[in-house]
């Protein structure tokens, strides 16, 4: 882990620190379970992902209705799917320590409902 990584994982962590001290202030410590940071982090991806789709279709659009340089759009398109893949996997990883979280009994929130109930439909949609 390089300098950089250290250093933002540094600041996340003292930002959710200080989160948790206000939380506590405020009487609502109880609301950011481990399992609603994992589900933000879920919540996150997906709409990193959406991004990410929306952008392949519009790269594939240019491609085949436009008529652009194909080569650079290939190129695109290429690096594209590989920030999908690593969205998807990230996406994966963190809704399997979700699913364990909620497993353990941890509070489930309507967010958390939600979520569950979207992670079950992706999962019978790729069966």
Known sequence: MGRKSKA????????KNQLLVQAERLGIRNEYSPAWFVEQKVLAFGKVLSELYAERSNLEYEMNMLGSDKK????????????IRKAES????????FDQL?????????????LDCLHRTEVKALA
């Open 90 to 97: 990230l996406r994966e990883r963190y809704t399997s320590q």
């Open 72 to 83: 650079d759009l290939l190129i695109k398109l290429e690096r594209l799917h590989s920030y």
């Open 102 to 114: 909620i497993d353990k009994g941890y509070k489930i929130t309507e967010n958390t409902q939600k």
């Open 8 to 15: 933002q994982n540094k600041v996340v962590n003292e930002l």
